[in-house]
């Protein structure tokens, strides 16, 4: 999840002129594992808004727990 992370802002900074237009409100990426949709908080940081819990199935495949 780190590397997702860490990996997600790094394609946001270099694809934006500024770190405010690289958290864009409606941008959302999605990975394998994780989602991300950046949201600001009043009188702190980022959050991440977007995830899902995933599963394995019989066949050794992820499925999206709903």
Same mark, same amino acid.
């Given at each position: /999840? @780190?590397?997702? +992370?860490?990996?997600? %802002? &790094?394609? /946001? +900074?270099?694809?934006? *002129?500024? &770190?405010?237009?690289?958290?864009?409100?409606?941008?959302?990426? *999605? $990975? %394998?594992?994780? /989602?991300? /949709? $950046?949201?600001?908080?009043?009188?702190? @940081? $980022?959050?991440?808004?977007?995830?899902?819990?995933?599963? $394995?199935?019989?066949?050794?495949?992820?499925? %999206? %727990?709903?």
């Amino acid at each position: /999840r @780190g590397f997702d +992370l860490a990996y997600d %802002v &790094l394609l /946001r +900074l270099a694809s934006a *002129e500024t &770190l405010f237009d690289a958290v864009d409100k409606d941008a959302e990426t *999605e $990975y %394998v594992e994780n /989602r991300f /949709r $950046y949201d600001k908080k009043m009188f702190s @940081g $980022y959050t991440n808004q977007a995830f899902y819990i995933l599963k $394995y199935n019989e066949d050794l495949q992820f499925d %999206v %727990v709903k």
